[in-house]
């Protein structure tokens, strides 16, 4: 069975601080990916990563950084936190160019006060 | 980009009936069509998907039909049961190394 976990479930973070969110997957998946969960606007991609120390942009970006220093694990960075970010964060895995199916982790719920 | 839309937001059924979810795609180009089911508090998990050399596609009570000239595709599930409310996401791709664009979502909901 894939497992992608995250780091925290829930996390309460202060305006301006400096926040990581990590995410670990153990199946070898060369595609990672960091989505922001609001009601009424789905799944939007932060940014994604197909190898060690590669990233793009998704649909979101502003606000974020990411570093995959490792093939297992992906970093997300909020690096001044703000009210606008509070959200889900969601992270998944998908081995490259077979099926798309990406596993998803259970999710960190960010609260920026 | 690619820009998937999804309809209708919610969607309440009396368990026993069938229910149609729907999602319009931009980009041409898409070729793969997964739908994702997310229940209360979990993960979003893949419940079927369709690439587009076939238009339609079933696993029991669920199935997914595609129309690339009108852009758009449908998840159908019929006899639907208390165990299906969750909310679903339809998604596209177009096979560039696994990147997808989620729909907005359809909270489901099935009363007893």
């Known amino acids: ?113 | 980009g690619e820009n998937v839309e999804q309809h209708p937001s919610t969607l309440s059924v009396q368990e026993g009936d069938s229910a149609v979810i729907k999602c319009t795609y931009s980009d041409s180009a898409s070729n793969y069509f997964p739908w994702y089911k997310q229940e209360l508090g979990k993960r979003p998990q893949l419940i079927i998907d369709i690439r587009s050399n076939v238009g339609e596609k079933k696993d029991q009570r669920i199935a997914v039909t595609l129309n690339k000239t009108a852009k758009h595709f449908s998840l159908h599930i019929t006899e639907t049961q208390p165990e299906d409310s969750a909310v679903y996401f339809c998604a596209a791709s177009d096979n560039q190394g696994g990147k997808l664009i989620f729909g907005q979502g359809t909270e489901l909901s099935v009363k007893p």
Request: glycine share 6%; charged share 30%; hydrophobic share 35%.
């Open chain 1, 1 to 113: 069975d894939v497992k992608v976990t995250q780091s925290s479930r829930y996390l309460v973070k202060r305006t301006g601080e400096k926040v990581f969110l990590e995410c670990v997957q153990d199946m070898d998946h060369e595609n990672m990916f960091w989505y922001r969960q609001d009601p009424g606007l789905g799944l939007r991609l932060i940014y994604f990563s197909y190898d060690v120390k590669m990233k793009e942009k998704g649909d979101i970006p502003e606000g974020y950084s990411v570093s995959r220093e490792k093939k297992e694990r992906f970093s997300l960075i909020l690096e001044s936190a703000s009210t606008n970010q509070t959200s889900m964060y969601l992270c998944a895995s998908s081995l490259l160019k077979v099926r798309n199916e990406q596993f998803f982790g259970p999710g960190t719920r960010l609260t920026v006060l």
